[in-house]
């Protein structure tokens, strides 16, 4: 009797225990850390990489520790990166001045009867990023969170500076609304949902703070491992201040000058008649003299199912077909035809790439002529949807954003018109 | 041992209190507008309402009879020994009392009969399809891991044409208006939850299922997910705001289509900085 009771009360004490400790940070595997770019420690093939020298290495980490602070839990915002408004609303944190003269103050919001407000703890553009991105694009913001494996298409790692949908120069790097509309509306047709209902618009400008924060860090994480490759791992002057300095306004450069060149048309949308849809039509189908070739990704019937890519079916054999991690045995399997026509074709993030289905109305980017017009205009940066302008007039782009947007409600557009006698891989079907 | 059936007593008191107070605290209560945590603001709410307080005072006449008794046969009966440890009452033995078991089977047979009969109007004026309003639809909205994608008429009335306008997790209708939505899945089970109009509607795959709602109340209120679909479960949340007059809501659609039609950026944005 009595050693039950006990047992109960040791059961009853360690419930308590473990409600009253809750979410803290005590509960985690480990302490809150930036993952290391896998360029600085390991050889990769065809690529810049540090392994070998452990002497780069270390500068490097020191080089982005100073520049941006030791941990996730300790940022810093460096000098000249140009966040005038916002971004100096750290992880509980508020950062007044800039560089490493910066003081560093937690923030205090108070309740009106002057306690600390528990509910403000967990403020500023990391600690939104912690909640609502982590666990998929990863501490670093590699794509790397624990869910990022389960997801198609992966989730976008920041530290290149790659955004596909942006409204600047092919290229460029995007402009910060072209982030800000990511994250409120979401992509649609991808796992990124849209979060106009779970954060308010400052909470959302703080996140793409946080977000041009981490990718400003990987790029010049990955900046420095490209100049550290060709440095001597002896020679003592190798990544020194100034060229880390150097290296790192470069990268603030870019992102500056890209907000002062988002792309307008200059002319509005032509007005969506059949003749307009017709031309967009000729135009998907190469039949004008620019003979663009949109029929060989994305299909004679726009079904993202041409040519150029492996079928479907192959296609959704090897990403879905299985375990994430046995992929490439999936990939080796395929007959050598398919093969190549596969390891032609990934991303820039070397993940595997679809051309979209134009018929079901959706994209990934936006639904707006405008945004469409900049998708065909600019290309997608870092897919293999090339820029368009200034070989098409802001016209014929025209004409083929209203045949884009008119193909979801008259699936006869295409299927009424023989198919064009392009070139077909006419035995690569399937491998089974 | 007298002292258990003071804490199982203690614990009954607890129970009950926390149910009178309730009423009195909107954390506790149902989801109501601030201000009125007596008044659901939808029609069928209020018929649900009713059924639930008719529920919750049976359970709570049973819950506080059945604890009186338990408590005082706890009291009562405990057990005691003499001066050699041995019990003062030996145990008694009986075979059951048919009559009893007939009484204890019956009343709540009874009480559950009534139960199911009573509700049937209210469940076929919520779910029967043959009831839906006749009123044309508000929207179509399509559940996805993970966001609710919302496909309003647009100006000619019509879903699925190219006029429609199509939002993410914002869902706007009209005070004192029927609103009628088409309800679908594109992958996995879902459920449409609207607390404060008090609508659940499992999203299935495959089915197109008609859900109907009303508010008398304007103002924001929330859209949610209540079946556990994915990791990304929590973030199905959405906006859903109550307009107060019809001429509003037009004039919030057509501003949204203009945007959703925005073919060129008002004027040019970022010259310097972010």
């Known amino acids: 009797m009595i050693t039950r009771s006990r047992f109960i009360a040791a059961l009853g004490l360690a419930g308590l225990l473990v409600t009253s400790v809750g979410c803290t940070d005590s509960l985690n595997a480990g302490p809150l850390v930036y993952v290391d770019n896998e360029a600085l420690t390991h050889e990769l093939k065809g690529k810049a990489n540090l392994a070998g020298k452990p002497a780069l290495q270390a500068k490097v980490r020191a080089a982005l520790a100073r520049l941006y602070g030791d941990s996730p839990n300790q940022i810093r915002v460096p000098e000249g990166s140009g966040f005038p408004r916002g971004g100096l609303t750290l992880a509980n944190h508020r950062q007044i001045g800039e560089g490493e003269s910066a003081r560093i103050e937690p923030i205090q919001a108070l309740l009106p009867n002057g306690s600390p407000d ?10 939104l990023y912690r909640r609502n991105c982590l666990h998929c694009h990863g501490v670093s913001g590699a794509g790397d969170g624990p869910t990022a494996t389960f997801l198609f298409p992966r989730p976008r790692d920041f530290r290149k500076g790659v955004y596909k949908f942006t409204s600047t120069p092919s290229g460029a790097k995007p402009h910060r609304d072209d982030l800000t509309r990511s994250i409120r509306d979401g992509l649609l047709g991808t796992s990124m949902p849209a979060f106009d209902a779970l954060m308010s618009p400052s909470e959302i400008e703080q996140v793409v703070d946080y977000v041009m924060f981490l990718s400003m860090r990987g790029e010049t994480e990955l900046a420095l491992i490209e100049e550290g490759s ?42 969506s008649d059949r003749a307009s849809v017709l031309r967009g039509r000729d135009l998907y189908l190469g039949r004008t003299k620019e003979k663009l070739e949109c029929a060989g990704c994305h299909g004679a019937l726009a079904k993202g199912d041409g040519p150029s890519f492996v079928p479907v079916d192959v296609f959704n054999m090897v990403v879905f077909g299985g375990d994430p991690s046995t992929r490439q045995e999936r990939v080796d399997a395929l007959d050598e035809k398919l093969r190549t026509l596969w390891n032609q074709k990934p991303d820039d993030w070397g993940n ?23 998708r065909i205009a600019k290309g997608i940066n870092g897919a293999q949807m090339p820029a368009h302008y200034p070989t098409l007039n802001e016209a014929q782009i025209w004409d083929l954003v209203n045949f884009v947007l008119a193909l979801e409600h008259d699936p006869d557009l295409l299927a009424s018109v023989p198919p064009a006698p392009a070139p077909r891989l006419a035995e690569s079907g399937s491998t089974r | 041992m007298r002292n258990w059936s003071i804490l199982f007593g203690l614990a009954a008191l607890f129970s009950v209190a926390a149910f009178l107070y309730a009423p009195f605290a909107a954390e506790w209560w149902l989801p109501n507008p601030p201000g009125e945590l007596h008044h659901s603001v939808s029609t069928l709410g209020r018929e649900i309402d009713f059924l639930f307080l008719i529920i919750l005072a049976i359970t709570g006449l049973v819950f506080i009879g059945t604890q009186v008794v338990l408590v005082w046969g706890a009291y009562k009966f405990t057990d005691q020994l003499d001066q050699q440890g041995k019990p ?92 009628l939505i088409y309800l679908k899945s594109s992958d996995v089970l879902h459920s ?74 008002g004027m040019a944005s970022g010259a310097e900085g972010y």
């Open chain 1, 230 to 271: 060709i440095s001597d791992e002896k020679d003592a002057d190798a990544l020194g201040d100034d060229i880390v300095k150097e290296i790192a306004t470069g990268v603030f450069e870019k992102w500056k000058s890209a907000q002062s060149q988002v792309m307008n048309p200059s002319t509005p949308r032509t007005a």
């Open chain 1, 352 to 374: 595997p790439l679809r051309p979209t289905n134009l018929n079901r109305g959706v994209f990934k980017g936006g639904r707006r002529p405008i945004d469409l017009f900049w």
């Open chain 2, 192 to 265: 449409f939850f609207l607390p404060y109009m008090r609508v659940k509607q499992d999203a299935v795959p495959g089915l197109t299922i008609p859900v109907w709602f009303d508010s008398d109340r304007a103002g924001s209120f929330e859209l949610a997910c209540a079946e556990l679909c994915g990791w990304g479960h929590y973030k199905m949340r959405g906006k859903v705001v109550v307009h107060e007059t019809e001429a509003e809501f037009e004039k919030w659609a057509s501003n949204r289509l203009a945007e959703q039609n925005r073919s060129q950026l």
């Open chain 1, 118 to 127: 528990p509910a403000h703890r967990q403020a500023g553009g990391f600690a």
């Open chain 2, 88 to 179: 003062v009452r030996p145990a008694t033995y009986s075979h059951g009392n048919h009559r009893l078991e007939v009484v204890w089977t019956l009343v709540p047979a009874a009480i559950l009969v009534f139960i199911a009969v009573y509700q049937l109007g209210t469940w076929a004026r919520i779910k029967y399809p043959s009831r839906a309003p006749k009123v044309p639809p508000l929207a179509e909205i399509t559940a996805r891991q993970f966001q609710w994608v919302v496909r309003y008429p647009g100006p000619d009335g019509r879903l699925n044409s190219p006029d429609d306008l199509i939002l993410i997790n914002d869902l706007h209708f009209v005070k004192n208006k029927q609103a």
